[in-house]
């Protein structure tokens, strides 16, 4: 059935104006992105990347899931907390922050561990899912509960001084699902930055280019990194991207 469209306000008008211009997002791009529904695990680093840039474009709806509190080591690169938010509930801290840049989205601070008994309840009813989380039972919960729902998920990741950048759809028949990329059982490399350390300003820049495939999801323009995997090397200073194609011995295939 046929449905008025619903004309932006002058303040609205004002405050995204710098996307309305944008002959690739303009004014139905814009309406898209203030009525989306996104989820978002993670309130960690990448979060604290993502997170400002999807409040600051009006994104309607954002589920926060993060089951953790703020500690000390965090404030190197989660720059969404300060030192008075040590030992509180990271997503109610993180809400509280995202609504001084932007009052109208509508957070949803939800402090629960995301599992496979719980992910498909978590993460239903978004339009995308971006996954900073920061272990691989999680990021496989997240995948395999969005492959089933048909949401896709802009998967973001960092090393020491490595990160990388992906958007999954595996319910296309080319495209490939989370586990092509990693493998299965991928505990080997469940490794934390604790252990290994990791350079704040990338966690940043990870946050900041998944906040770009997320919009990229909501109100499609140019070319966007499905079937592809972005690369950067911050020890060098490059990146590259490669094509991810389905394993033909993965249960997607």
């Avoid at 996104?38 to 960690?44: F, L, T």
């Avoid at 965090?74 to 801290?93: C, H, M, S, Y």
């Avoid at 039972?137 to 973001?156: F, G, H, Q």
Wanted: net charge neutral; with cysteine; charged share 20%.
């Amino acid at each position: 059935m046929w449905q008025a469209v619903t004309p932006l306000s002058d303040l609205q008008l004002d405050r995204y104006a710098r996307h309305i211009v944008l002959p690739e997002v303009g004014g139905g791009g814009q309406r898209r992105i203030l009525r989306a529904r996104v989820a978002v695990v993670g309130a960690g680093g990448i979060g604290a990347g993502l997170l400002p840039w999807l409040v600051a474009a009006g994104v309607g709806r954002i589920r926060l899931i993060d089951p953790d509190t703020v500690s000390r080591s965090n404030l190197q690169r989660q720059t969404l907390f300060t030192a008075e938010d040590i030992g509180a509930p990271k997503v109610e801290r993180a809400a509280r922050a995202l609504a001084r840049i932007n009052p109208d989205p509508a957070i949803e601070p939800v402090a629960a561990r995301l599992t496979r008994e719980n992910a498909a309840l978590l993460l239903a009813g978004a339009d995308v899912i971006a996954d900073g989380s920061d272990n691989f039972a999680c990021r496989l919960a997240v995948a395999d509960a969005a492959r089933a729902l048909e949401i896709p998920v802009v998967s973001a990741a960092v090393g020491p001084f490595d990160g990388q950048l992906t958007t999954l759809r595996p319910w296309h028949a080319d495209q490939p699902c989370y586990r092509c990329l990693v493998g299965h059982d991928p505990r080997t490399t469940d490794r934390s930055c604790a252990d290994t350390g990791v350079l704040g300003a990338l966690v940043g820049t990870l946050g900041s280019l998944a906040a770009i495939e997320v919009l990229r999801e909501i109100a499609p323009f140019g070319e966007g990194l499905a079937g592809r995997l972005l690369l950067i090397d911050a020890l060098s200073m490059r990146q590259r991207t490669v094509t991810l194609t389905k394993d033909p011995a993965c249960s997607c295939a």
